[in-house]
Every structure is written in C-alpha cells, then in structure tokens.
C-alpha cells in the first residue's frame, strides 16, 4: 500500500456514521449484511446511508452484492488488513511487536493509572 492509498482509506473512515458502518461490517464477517440491517441499526436514512457506504466502497473498504432483493454489504478484509500492515511497518524501530494492540482489561488498567 501506498500513503495515497492509507490516507483515502482514513479519510473515508474519518466520519463517525462511516466507521459505524464499518465496524458492523467487520463484525458480521464475510457474509456481510444486508443495507435495511445497517441502516436500522445506525438510525440512518437509507438515503445517508447509501451515501455513506459509496464513500467506503470507493476507499476499498467495503464490497456490494445482491442478494434477491436486498443489497449485501461487507468489509474488505484485506484492505483493512493492509491498511494496519502500512501503519505499523515501520514502528516501534522495526519492531512491529510492539505495536499490538492493547487488550481491554490491559488498556482499562492502563487508562486508570493515568
């Protein structure tokens, strides 16, 4: 990946109904879900919504399939997957070990020594 790919990809997710959406995508899995589930569950209009799903499909982030009737939404993996690759290449001076994330009970302990 390229950092006019990473920063299309950021730039897409940078809008909180859009990382929503994403998030629920990664959460359902491969099979993804269908637009009347996501907009329902985001209180979006299927209007915004679709808005927002077109800006993700066009960073990569998101693939559409029909379905019968429904349109079928779901996250590119491997996009994303490439997308933390590019940003931890070069961390923690090339060792990217220590960049993993922080678990929840860690990060909470952590959080409140602060």
């Known amino acids: 990946m390229k950092k006019r790919g990473a920063v299309s990809i950021l730039a897409a997710l940078a809008q909180d109904s859009r990382l929503d959406a994403f998030r629920l995508l990664v959460e359902a899995g491969p099979q993804g879900m269908p637009a009347g589930h996501l907009a329902a569950s985001l209180r979006l ?25 429904s349109m079928m939404y779901a996250a590119q993996f491997e996009t994303m997957n490439q997308l933390i690759s590019y940003l931890t ?13 922080i678990t929840g009970k860690i990060r909470r302990r952590t959080l409140a020594s602060s």
């Open 45 to 69: 209009t299927p209007n915004a919504l679709t808005f927002h799903l077109d800006r993700l499909r066009d960073a990569g982030l998101v693939t559409v399939r029909r379905e019968g009737r």
């Open 89 to 101: 290449d070069q961390c923690c001076q090339g060792r990217p070990e220590l960049c993993r994330p």
